[in-house]
């Protein structure tokens, strides 16, 4: 059997700070939150050039493509050598406007009700 020099997918996150820990890109993409052409793909998936990653993290989904494979942790001025965020400006506006609406509750009123906390719940599509 050949070895391929193609890095896991799980490593390539990592190197790239598309997550904090090798693990935690390991439980991204255990869990389904990770996914190439629409489907969800196991840690030990091979990562190769040109191939578009989408990361499902809460209320948006992030999409990237490869430029270059890596295997060790690179610094974050060099991670735009390997990826190309083409996550749609929709995406982010969506994130910006769940913030506006989230920190428009006044200091002092204390945790939300039930029912406020259901529709927080929705408005993140939490309730799945």
Request: hydrophobic residues 30%.
């Amino acid at each position: 059997m050949e070895r391929s020099d193609a890095p896991r997918i799980d490593k390539w996150l990592w190197a790239v700070r598309a997550f904090k820990t090798r693990s935690q890109a390991t439980e991204a993409c255990r869990s389904g939150k990770v996914k190439i052409d629409d489907q969800p793909v196991k840690p030990s998936r091979e990562v190769k050039p040109e191939m578009i990653i989408q990361i499902h993290r809460g209320p948006i989904t992030q999409t990237f493509k490869v430029l270059g494979l890596l295997k060790k942790r690179v610094g974050a001025k060099l991670v735009d050598q390997y990826l190309e965020d083409i996550t749609p400006d929709v995406e982010y506006q969506k994130l910006e406007l769940i913030k506006s609406k989230t920190s428009t509750r006044p200091r002092g009123t204390g945790r939300p009700t039930k029912k406020e906390r259901r529709d927080l719940d929705t408005w993140f599509g939490w309730d799945d």
